[in-house]
């Protein structure tokens, strides 16, 4: 079940919301709660994605997904103000094994989507709306999060599988365990694992460190990559063979092999491939503290 939230309806049965506008300055904040509830026996999904704004979540002991969302617009004008109400809207689903919200504002698609219609741009911006979503959920629930702008995205003590997206802002993940993946193009990565994760998994950014720790006894194979910076491990290993790319060329009769870039090292008896990248900043693979 899918449902619209617009400003104008946060006094709704299913939310609590605080509203104050200031005509000097044309600002308006808002605070909304929702309880989503799962729907099936699983595996249950929380789907979050924002345009401006960050994603906040934490593991809890209760069933069903509590959800604050705290909204901010900064208009040109009163017009514009009343325009962000309409053109701005959540949108969230409940009773179902994907359960979350989805920010989608006119002219721009949501995140993780591509541009399908309207206008390529939009001329001199008449507001800017951010929404800052914190969210308790069960610990076992998988995590599909995204922002665009101006958002930093932190989970702690989840236990799902996880695919965690940025573009401007950072990524914090702190004593969970799972396998997925973390990207981001403006920030740090830093992640720190319970348990080692049992399945592939990658952490990425383009500016920034990528810096991961895991207990002691981790057996994984690494794959790690920097242009602008250095590769770092406190833990045993032993160096893997370079990887070539699938193709080759062909100069003077001779096929000429590349390698990817990526130096590969083994931990203990190896195990799932984990795949570290960034091109402006270290990479680390650190022992988790005690």
């Known amino acids: 079940m899918k449902t619209a939230i617009r400003a ?133 629930t998988r995590l599909q999060l995204c922002t665009i702008n101006d958002g930093k995205v932190t989970v702690k003590g989840t236990r799902g599988e996880f695919s965690v997206r940025s573009v401007n802002g950072p990524i914090t993940m702190t004593d969970i365990t799972g396998s997925g993946e973390a990207v981001t193009v403006n920030g740090p990565v830093q992640v720190s694992f319970v348990s080692a994760p049992q399945a592939a998994s990658s952490f990425k950014t383009i500016n920034g460190d990528v810096v991961v720790s895991f207990p002691d006894g981790l057996a994984a194979d690494l794959r790690m990559k920097s242009l602008n910076g250095g590769l770092y491990t406190d833990f045993d290993v032993q160096a893997l063979p370079a990887e070539a790319l699938h193709t080759a060329q062909k100069r003077g009769g001779m096929l000429i092999y590349r390698t990817s870039g990526f130096t590969a090292v083994r931990v203990g008896n190896g195990g799932p491939g984990l795949t570290l990248q960034t091109l402006n900043g270290d990479v680390r693979v650190l022992r988790r503290a005690k």
Not at 36 to 64: C, K, M, Q, W, Y
Not at 65 to 73: F, K, L
Request: glycine share 6%.
């Open 8 to 140: 104008a309806l946060v006094c709704a049965a299913a939310l609590a919301s605080v509203n104050t506008t200031h005509a000097e300055d044309h600002t308006e904040h808002s605070s909304m709660k929702q309880t989503l509830h799962f729907a099936g026996a699983g595996p249950h999904t929380l789907e979050l994605r924002a345009i401006t704004g960050s994603i906040r979540v934490e593991a809890s002991n209760g069933p069903d997904v509590e959800m604050v969302v705290d909204r901010t617009v900064i208009a040109d004008t009163e017009e514009a103000l009343r325009d962000a109400d309409r053109e701005v809207i959540l949108n969230t689903s409940d009773n179902a094994a994907t359960v979350g919200g989805i920010v989608r504002e006119r002219y721009q698609p949501s995140c993780g989507e591509q541009f399908h219609d309207g206008p390529w741009y939009r001329s001199e911006p008449r507001y800017e709306v951010r929404l800052d979503f914190t969210v308790r959920v069960p610990a076992d």
